[in-house]
C-alpha cells in the first residue's frame, strides 16, 4: 500500500483486511506512507493539508506499529524515511532548474508550476518534523 492509507479514515479495517489477504510466512506487506500526530500543528502542515485532494486522517508511526502487530503482522523494518523523501523531492527539483528558461507550452508550464508548488509544501512539512513518510514491511505471523 503505497501513500494513500493517510486518506483513509477506518485505518485498523484497511490493516485487519490487507492482513487477511496475506498468506502465512510468505506475503509480504510493504506500506508507505504520509503519518502525523492528531495533535500536531504546523503552518508547513496545515499548508500541506490544504492542497491534498481528498481529507487527510492522522496515524502516528506507533499506532500503525500497534495496528500491524495486534493484526498478527511481523513487522522486519520500520523506518522513517522523511530525510531520503525530501532528498528525493529536491532531486526533482533540479530538473525544474535545467528547464527554468526554456520554452514549454502553457499547459505545461501550468502543470509544472502546479506540481513545484505541491512538492515545496510537501518538503517543507516534512523538513518541519511535524509530517512523516515511513516504510513498513512484513509479513503474516505463522
Known amino acids: 500500500m503505497r501513500e494513500v492509507l493517510y486518506t483513509m479514515e477506518d485505518k485498523e479495517t484497511v490493516v485487519a483486511k490487507m492482513y487477511d ?3 502465512e510466512g510468505e506475503a509480504y506487506l510493504v506500506i508507505t506512507g504520509f503519518l502525523f500526530d492528531e495533535d500536531a500543528e504546523s503552518e508547513e502542515l496545515t499548508a500541506w493539508k490544504e492542497v491534498q485532494p481528498n481529507p487527510v486522517y492522522p496515524w502516528t508511526a506507533e499506532t500503525l506499529k ?5 493484526h498478527g503482522v511481523l513487522a522486519r523494518v520500520t523506518e522513517d524515511e522523511s530525510e531520503r523523501y525530501s532528498e ?3 532531486g526533482w527539483a533540479g530538473y525544474l532548474n535545467e528547464i527554468i528558461g526554456k520554452s ?17 509544501l510537501l ?6 518534523g511535524v509530517l512523516k513518510y515511513y516504510r513498513v514491511e512484513g ?3 505463522s
Open 21 to 23: 489477504s496475506l498468506k
Open 66 to 70: 500497534s495496528s500491524l502487530v495486534s
Open 88 to 90: 528525493m523531492i529536491r
Open 104 to 120: 514549454v507550452n502553457e499547459a505545461f508550464g501550468r502543470q509544472l508550476v502546479h506540481e513545484a508548488q505541491y512538492w515545496l
Open 123 to 128: 518538503t517543507s512539512a516534512l523538513d518541519s
Open 139 to 141: 509479513v503474516k505471523r
